[in-house]
C-alpha cells in the first residue's frame, strides 16, 4: 500500500504565502501523476493542481492560476505547492494524491488511487 504524506499547512493572512509539500512512501515516485486537491466545509472536493511524470506538464484550477505552482523533486520522491497572494477563499482542507495512469484525466479526484490525511490552511482576512 503506498503512503501518501503532506505538510505544510498552517493559518496565514490574506495576501500570505505557504508551501505544501507532500512525499509517497516506496520507489515508484517517478510512475505517479501527481495531485492537489482541496474541501472547504460543506463544498466538494476541488481540483488544484496536478504535474506528470516528469514534471514538465503542469495544469491548474481556475481559481488558483497565477497564484500557486506545483512541481516535485523526483530524486526525493516529493511534491510541493507554492502557494502565492491567499485569499480567505483558499481555506480548505489541502489533499495530495497519487495516480498510477490517467494521462489526460488529471483534473478528476476518481483519477487518483492513493491519497493522503489532508492539511489544514487556513487564511484569515
Known amino acids: 500500500q503506498v503512503q501518501v504524506v503532506e505538510s505544510g499547512g498552517g493559518t496565514v493572512q490574506a495576501g500570505g504565502s505557504l508551501q505544501l509539500s507532500c512525499v509517497t512512501s516506496?520507489?515508484?515516485?517517478?510512475?505517479?501523476?501527481m495531485g492537489w486537491f482541496r474541501q472547504a466545509p460543506g463544498k466538494e472536493r476541488e481540483f488544484v493542481a496536478a504535474?506528470?511524470?516528469?514534471?514538465?506538464?503542469?495544469y491548474y484550477g481556475d481559481s488558483v492560476k497565477g497564484r500557486f505552482t506545483i512541481s516535485r523533486d523526483n530524486a526525493k520522491s516529493t511534491m510541493f505547492l507554492q502557494m502565492n497572494s491567499l485569499e480567505p477563499e483558499d481555506t480548505a482542507v489541502y489533499y495530495c494524491?497519487?495516480?498510477?495512469?490517467?494521462?489526460?484525466?488529471?483534473?478528476?479526484?476518481?483519477?487518483?488511487?492513493?491519497w493522503g490525511q489532508g492539511t489544514q490552511v487556513t487564511v484569515s482576512s
Open positions: 504535474i506528470g511524470l516528469s514534471g514538465r506538464r503542469t
Open positions: 494524491a497519487a495516480a498510477r495512469g490517467g494521462v489526460g484525466l488529471e483534473k478528476y479526484p476518481a483519477t487518483y488511487q492513493y
Open positions: 516506496g520507489r515508484l515516485f517517478t510512475t505517479y501523476i
